[in-house]
């Protein structure tokens, strides 16, 4: 397909973002072209956008920025037999080497030559991208596009909440950014017994309320680890699910944690974090880091919460703007008062 596209791409090595043109893809035997429907802004792109430290050492502008979205099929490789043009679709955004001893052995989301959309090749902050077949996701038809682009997320939240039992047990999520928010719904919609959303921001702490959470907790107003333990006569909570990356919120975590309970990892810390291994070892913790979603069984999942009504993640999605406001929704994002920005190409 010939032409160029409206792109919203990281153009030299320093904050901020452009609008700009560029041809649309092109894609091989086994690629399909996908015209975007709408690309939801993630904390990643944020990150992408303000040129952290971590953005310095990874991203190699120029890049256009976004990885989460849906979007219809206008054209595929010869050698794709699985996805049809006219089909809608979201993606798996780790895009791996099926090669690896972690790709052939179930493991693919660990693949050690993984490239990410957005991240190391192009992404979907623009109105076409090609990936590869094997990375589609096919969506029902009548599906919100606004709500397929944030199945990707949801898989990491999905992913932190159930990589243990959680049916019946107290979770903590701390970080209620908007995966935190979802991981709020998931494990309430997965029999929780009670579910703690831990953040410093109001506004979405009362989204968290309206998704579950049965106590919320400030730091800026309390002290965490003295209120879960009074709140739980001193026997602390089953489950946490970090997703803040704050060092300070980790070690609570570690304190509040019943003996013999689970900690989840999903937030990335800007530097090195000290933690008591002492702790860990004699309370009989568990810390399983979390890297995006299991290929492709948390996808899977995903689809079989949504189909059953148990999960609604809607009130998630806050904003929608047309994607030339893509600088309006970076805003919102360093604000933190908004759940689910989307960018409407």
């Known amino acids: 397909m010939n032409g160029t596209m409206k792109v919203v791409m990281k153009e030299q090595a320093q904050p901020g973002a452009i609008m ?10 086994k690629d399909i072209l996908i015209k975007v429907k709408a690309t939801s802004i993630c904390g990643t792109d944020y990150h992408i956008y303000s040129w952290d430290a971590w953005s310095q050492n990874r991203i190699k502008p120029p890049r256009v920025m976004g990885h989460e979205f849906s979007g219809e099929v206008i054209a595929v490789g010869s050698e794709c037999h699985r996805v049809k043009i006219g089909d809608m679709v979201s993606a798996e ?14 493991n693919a989301h660990i693949c050690r030559d993984c490239a990410i959309l957005g991240v190391d090749i192009d992404g979907t902050f623009a109105e076409y991208v090609a990936i590869p077949e094997t990375n589609a996701w096919v969506n029902d038809k009548d599906l919100d596009p606004a709500l397929g682009s944030i199945q990707e997320p949801l898989g990491n939240a999905v992913h932190t909440v159930l990589s243990g039992d959680v049916a ?14 979802m991981a709020v719904a998931v494990a309430k919609a997965c029999g929780a017994s009670t579910v703690y959303a831990v953040d410093i921001n109001e506004y979405r702490l009362d989204l968290a309320q309206k998704l579950g959470a049965k106590v919320v907790l400030n730091p800026k107003e309390v002290d965490v680890v003295k209120e879960v333990m009074k709140i739980t006569d001193g026997n602390g909570i089953d489950v946490a699910c970090e997703m803040s990356g704050n060092a300070a919120a980790l070690n609570q975590q570690i304190d509040f944690l019943a003996n013999g309970g689970r900690l989840s990892l999903l937030g990335i ?18 810390i399983h880091g979390i890297t995006g979603r299991r290929m492709y069984d948390t996808w899977y ?6 189909a059953s009504g148990s999960l609604n993640i809607e009130p998630i999605i806050t904003h929608r703007l047309p ?13 933190g008062n ?3 920005v989307i960018l409407i190409p």
Do not use: W
């Not at 019946?168 to 928010?181: D, H, N, T």
């Not at 999942?301 to 949504?306: C, P, Q, R, S």
């Not at 030339?324 to 360093?334: A, I, R, S, T, V």
């Open 93 to 106: 955004t780790h895009i791996v080497c099926e090669k690896c001893v972690q790709c052939r052995t179930g």
């Open 301 to 306: 999942k995903v689809k079989g919460l949504l």
């Open 20 to 29: 700009s043109t560029k041809q649309i893809p092109t894609y091989g035997a």
């Open 323 to 335: 994607l030339e406001e893509y600088e309006n929704g970076m805003e919102l994002m360093k604000s």
């Open 269 to 286: 810390p800007t530097k090195p974090v000290d933690i008591d291994i002492n702790k860990v070892v004699f309370k009989g913790l568990t």
């Open 168 to 181: 019946g047990k107290s979770v903590a999520v701390v970080g209620c950014g908007p995966i935190g928010l």
């Open 338 to 340: 908004c759940g689910k």
